[in-house]
């Protein structure tokens, strides 16, 4: 059964923008904190920002000041809207509760930007 789907990726410029969005199920998010994830070739996959029930936010050191993660808990549904965007953002991107203890990740959404 999938429960968490990512969209939104894309080939970009650097400097250039995207939104990207996490629809999960309602058992997930009505009660945990979420969170965004990537993974880049030949990496492990790293924490990139989270967002709790209540809106609160926290960043990773690369993603703060660029990068802004929101939820609308009506539509169960995360976003991260991705700004100045550089060539060492390029990974595939996933969404998961935050600390990621689900254990079915999704598909992740591909972001790639170029220079």
């Known amino acids: 059964q999938v429960q968490l789907v990512e969209s939104g990726g894309g080939l970009v410029q650097a400097g250039g923008s995207l939104r990207l969005s996490c629809a999960a199920s309602?058992?997930?998010?009505?009660?945990?904190?979420m969170g965004w994830y990537r993974q880049a070739p030949g990496k492990q996959r790293a924490f990139v920002a989270a967002i709790s029930r209540g809106g609160s936010t926290s960043y990773s050191v690369s993603a703060k000041g660029r990068f802004t993660i929101s939820r609308d808990n009506a539509l169960n549904t995360m976003y991260l809207q991705m700004n100045s965007l550089k060539p060492e953002d390029t990974a595939v991107y996933y969404c998961?509760?935050?600390?990621?203890?689900?254990?079915?990740w999704g598909q992740g959404t591909q972001v790639t930007v170029s220079s």
């Open positions: 998961n509760t935050y600390p990621p203890t689900y254990g079915s």
């Open positions: 309602g058992s997930i998010f009505s009660i945990n904190d």
